[in-house]
């Protein structure tokens, strides 16, 4: 990983993207299994089990959320 992107990584977490926190996103309620994993300069995902139904997925951090932690203004 670059060091960008690392970066980007520390910030998310600290925004609360962290293994074993529960967040909501997409109107469902998850529990985090990974730290937020970089695919691209605008995809970030993480590993979760979404509450209401037990199931496994990766889902991607909201855009919005990925700008504001890369401190870009216009996102907000």
């Known amino acids: 990983m670059t060091k960008q992107q690392v970066s980007l990584c520390k910030r998310l977490q600290h ?7 529960r967040m909501k996103l997409y109107g469902e309620e998850f529990e985090l299994h990974s730290e937020p994993i970089v695919v691209g300069d605008k995809i970030v995902l993480v590993d979760a089990t979404e509450k209401k139904s037990g199931q496994m997925r ?16 216009r996102a907000a």
Do not use: Q, S, W, Y
Request: glycine share 14%.
């Open 15 to 21: 925004l609360g993207f962290t293994k074993g926190n």
């Open 58 to 73: 990766r889902v991607r951090i909201p855009l919005p959320i990925v700008n504001m932690a890369n401190g870009d203004r």
